[in-house]
């Protein structure tokens, strides 16, 4: 059972360090369990009413995303791939163009300034939240710079102020990729809410995650939401007439309904993964580990409970053969994907390079157990032993 004690008495037993575990980096079935006597009437409402694609709970979901950031807008989409995409499209930006953004990043992040036709230059990031480091921007700003894209990673906002002031002193855009930071906050504010546009995924492992794909793009301008409207439709203006060149991206209604759902329980469970991080932490202070930061700008959510270590691989293995899951995000950054190496974009990120041999992402969602918790730092020290 979950437990609402920050910091909750617990002990080694040391009759356990042979013992096969089963604890799982996710478990979307308790999630389901905890919100089935919602989910079941919001779904059938969709079902009954027979509208799948464009209708109310789309529309209702869009406004309380947008209130819940802090936005005047908000358009659903049918991935967080998408979102970056179709923002990038909404500023006009394309080849030629150059977005200044991270290679310590899922893949999606770079793919949408390809799929543009833009060039992404990448900057490193810093060695302790793992985001866009602010003071390696200006060296990449050229004449053909359109945009800045931090990302938000593992849960923690990028530093934004000093990032916001960089894309004004020289007239840039910002996007944030806050796929993996729903509910994070900078400065007290939520991410996504910042630049020009916000983009989020809800693939199903995010804090607010959809039964299939999704994604939201948040903005403030009325402008670009128009556009975005119209992008995500084939860039139809009205019903068989077509502007210019869109997609087919679109939120469909038991998704929306379901997210809605999801949306009024987001912060308490955002609440929960930080109660947990402090546990791991407690757990974990005298590891040898190197734990994750919550910088005092920063309100973290924990979408990944990320550690480091240079015994990484051996520790990984041990704790698989414990029965316990972890994962690496992400163990080959962008610029060294083949793809991208045969396009010219291999550079020396040195923080970026050394995090990939190091970092190993444990066991993190709402209802993970102390003792599930415990039994990860048993495996851990073990492994180290």
């Known amino acids: 059972m979950y437990s609402e004690n920050n910091n909750p008495p617990v002990s080694m037993d040391p009759s356990k360090e042979k013992q096969n575990y089963n604890v799982t980096l996710v478990d979307l079935k308790k999630e389901i369990l905890e919100l089935r006597a919602e989910l079941e009437p919001a779904i059938k409402r969709v079902l009954d009413r027979g509208i799948f694609i464009g209708g109310d709970e789309l529309k209702s979901f869009e406004e309380k995303f947008a209130k819940y950031i802090g936005s005047s807008y908000a358009v659903g ?29 899922f893949i999606s992040t770079v793919d949408a300034i390809i799929r543009v036709g833009a060039k992404p230059v990448f900057v490193d990031i810093c060695d302790d939240t793992y985001c866009m480091n602010p003071e390696s921007i200006m060296e990449k700003i050229t004449e053909k710079t359109r945009a800045i894209l931090p990302v938000h990673l593992y849960g923690h906002p ?194 970026t390079d050394q995090l990939c041999d190091e970092i190993l992402s444990l066991p993190m969602h709402p209802w993970l157990a102390t003792s599930d918790m415990i039994a990860v730092v048993e495996a851990i020290e073990d492994a180290l032993d």
């Open 158 to 351: 990028a530093e934004l102020k000093r990032i916001k002031e960089i894309a004004d002193e020289n007239n840039l855009f910002l996007i944030e990729d806050a796929c993996q930071a729903h509910g994070a906050e900078f400065m007290g504010k939520r991410v996504g809410g910042y630049g020009d546009l916000g983009c989020f995924s809800f693939y199903p492992t995010k804090n607010l995650g959809a039964y299939g794909d999704g994604g939201m793009i948040v903005t403030s301008s009325k402008k670009i939401f128009n556009k975005l409207i119209m992008l995500r439709n084939y860039g139809q203006s009205r019903k068989y007439v077509y502007d210019f060149l869109g997609i087919n991206s679109r939120l469909d209604e038991i998704q929306a309904a379901i997210l809605d759902v999801k949306l009024k329980h987001l912060d308490q469970f955002n609440e929960r993964r930080r109660s947990i991080a402090r546990t791991y932490n407690n757990l974990l202070k005298n590891s040898g580990l190197v734990l994750p930061v919550e910088k005092p700008y920063a309100k973290h959510v924990y979408h990944l409970y990320t550690i480091r270590h240079i015994k990484r691989d051996l520790m990984q293995k041990s704790l698989l053969k414990k029965g316990i899951q972890t994962q690496i995000y992400y163990p080959i950054s962008v610029h060294k994907q083949k793809p991208y190496v045969e396009r010219g974009y291999l550079i020396r990120l040195p923080v």
């Open 77 to 105: 989409v049918n991935s967080g791939s998408d979102a970056i995409f179709l923002s990038l499209k909404s500023l006009d930006i394309c080849k030629g163009d150059e977005v200044i953004t991270v290679s310590h990043t």
